[in-house]
C-alpha cells in the first residue's frame, strides 16, 4: 500500500488555509480575522514534546511559589522559527482562560494533557482566592522611542488594559488611583 504525505495527517493539509501562515504574533487581536485566527491557533496547538514540557515548567514553578514572596521570571528562548511566540500566544490565553468573541474559552479549545490541564485548574483557583488571574505578553523590541525600558512597559500596562504610551498610562493610573 502506497500512502501521501495528506492520507498520513488526521487533516488533510490541502483541504483548508493556515490563517496565521505559520508565525505566531504575540499580540492582542485587533479585527474578526484576529479572533479567528487565535482561535485556529488554540484548535490546532499540539501540546507535546517541548511544548508541554515548557508549559510544565512555567505553570509548576509559578504554582510551587505562590506562597512566596517572589515568583522565578519564565524566560523561553530558542532559535528563528522554533516556536516560542506561539507557545507564549497560546499560554496568555490559557492563563487567564480567556473568552473569546466565539463564546469560546481558550482552554476548552486546546487539547491538553491531563497534567497541564491540573495545573490550569490550581492556576484558576489560585487565582480566584487571591483576586483574579493577569497576564502580559509581548514581543520585545525596542519600539519608536528606542528604549527597551519603555517597550517593556508598553506591555506591562497593555496587558493591565492601560494606554501603552507611557505619559497616557500613567496618567490612567493616576486617575484610576
Known sequence: MHLTNKEVFEHDPTKGDIPNLGVAK???PEDPGDWETLEWELRSFVC??????????????FLSHLSQAEQPAAWVSGFFGSGKSHLMRVLEYLWRDYTLPSKASARALAELPPDIERHLAELSTAGKREGG?????????SGASGSARLAFLSGIFDGGGLPQQY???????????
Open 167 to 177: 505619559a497616557p498610562g500613567r496618567l490612567a493610573i493616576w486617575l484610576r488611583a
Open 26 to 28: 504575540v499580540k492582542n
Open 48 to 61: 507535546e514534546g517541548e511544548y508541554e514540557r515548557g508549559l510544565e515548567r512555567i505553570l509548576d514553578q
Open 133 to 141: 488571574l493577569w497576564s502580559a505578553a509581548g514581543t520585545l523590541g
